[in-house]
């Protein structure tokens, strides 16, 4: 049998599942992906973090039928019922952890100087940061502008390499192409405003096609969801619009 997904909080799982059932510490262990010494140490109360148990029948995760399987064969490997929606954090400001906070000033500098089309406002929401930071920065004002140095935001660990893509994709969009440039001599290699306009169209494309897929990965989620909706109002068919 493929390896199937692990509970949403598995040590929270597996907890409950030792206080409340009479599962062998193997199983619990293998449904939760978890060693079974883990398992072990949360019985014994020996586990240097004291978890809450999370009960795996409420969330949809297992139901009681798995559980008296497992319990009248301990060579029962028990079968997850429905796997866990990965919470995912879609609005708000960035959060940065605090050991990462110190690098802001250095990658807001870094895109400042490699990237002067994105706008404070898309800065501010890439990096996480203030439009005063930015200012600073840009006007030299910062308090500790002498220890500044510009990095890459993406090796600094602030943004992902596809959001910076997205982001750089989205302001060059926003450059003004001049229809009235020269051509460029004969015999030439092409002048830089064809260069230009060939990379925006390739920028275009890409963010085009993040866009879609995108699209793609929320109308999934919103069939998944919609069948998960029918599944627990006891409807057997299969969502068929989202």
Same mark, same amino acid.
């Given at each position: 049998? !493929?390896?199937? &997904?692990?509970?949403?909080?598995?040590?929270?799982? !597996?907890?409950?599942?030792?206080?409340? @059932? $009479?599962?062998?510490?193997?199983?619990?262990?293998?449904?939760?992906?978890?060693?079974?010494?883990?398992?072990?140490?949360? !019985? *014994?109360?020996?586990?240097?973090?004291?978890?809450?148990?999370?009960? &795996?029948?409420?969330? $949809?995760?297992? @139901?009681?039928?798995? /559980?008296?399987? $497992?319990?009248? *064969?301990?060579?029962?490997?028990?079968?997850? #019922?429905?796997?866990?929606?990965?919470?995912?954090?879609?609005?708000?400001?960035?959060? @940065?952890?605090?050991?990462?906070?110190?690098?802001?000033?250095?990658?807001?500098?870094? /895109?400042?100087?490699?990237?002067?089309?994105?706008?404070?406002? #898309?800065? $501010?929401? =890439?990096?996480?940061?203030?439009?005063?930071? /930015?200012?600073?920065?840009?006007?030299?004002?910062?308090?500790?502008?002498?220890? /500044?140095? &510009?990095?890459?935001?993406?090796? =600094?660990? =602030?943004?992902?390499?596809?959001?910076?893509?997205?982001?750089?994709?989205?302001?060059?969009?926003?450059?003004?192409? *001049?229809?009235?440039?020269?051509?460029?001599?004969?015999?030439?290699?092409?002048?830089?405003?064809?260069?230009?306009?060939?990379?925006?169209?390739? %920028?275009?494309?890409?963010?085009?096609?993040?866009?879609?897929?995108?699209?793609?990965?929320?109308?999934?989620? !919103?069939? =998944?969801?919609?069948?998960?909706?029918?599944? %627990?109002?006891?409807?057997?068919?299969? &969502? @068929?619009?989202?």
């Amino acid at each position: 049998m !493929a390896d199937q &997904p692990k509970p949403l909080m598995p040590h929270a799982t !597996a907890t409950w599942l030792v206080d409340n @059932t $009479g599962l062998s510490f193997e199983q619990i262990a293998e449904f939760c992906g978890l060693h079974i010494l883990e398992v072990q140490a949360m !019985a *014994d109360d020996l586990a240097g973090s004291k978890y809450t148990g999370r009960d &795996p029948v409420h969330a $949809g995760e297992l @139901t009681q039928d798995e /559980i008296e399987k $497992g319990q009248a *064969d301990s060579e029962y490997r028990l079968k997850m #019922q429905r796997a866990p929606v990965a919470v995912s954090r879609t609005k708000g400001p960035r959060y @940065t952890p605090v050991s990462k906070r110190q690098d802001k000033p250095d990658g807001i500098a870094w /895109i400042l100087r490699n990237h002067p089309e994105i706008s404070d406002a #898309q800065i $501010g929401k =890439l990096i996480g940061t203030t439009r005063n930071t /930015i200012g600073a920065i840009r006007e030299r004002s910062h308090w500790n502008i002498q220890n /500044i140095q &510009p990095k890459d935001p993406v090796t =600094l660990g =602030l943004c992902s390499q596809r959001e910076l893509d997205a982001v750089v994709a989205k302001a060059a969009k926003n450059l003004p192409v *001049d229809d009235d440039a020269a051509p460029a001599p004969s015999g030439g290699t092409g002048s830089d405003r064809e260069k230009l306009i060939e990379e925006l169209r390739a %920028e275009r494309d890409a963010n085009e096609k993040a866009a879609a897929e995108a699209a793609q990965e929320a109308e999934a989620a !919103a069939w =998944l969801e919609a069948k998960r909706a029918a599944e %627990e109002t006891g409807e057997t068919g299969e &969502p @068929t619009d989202v």
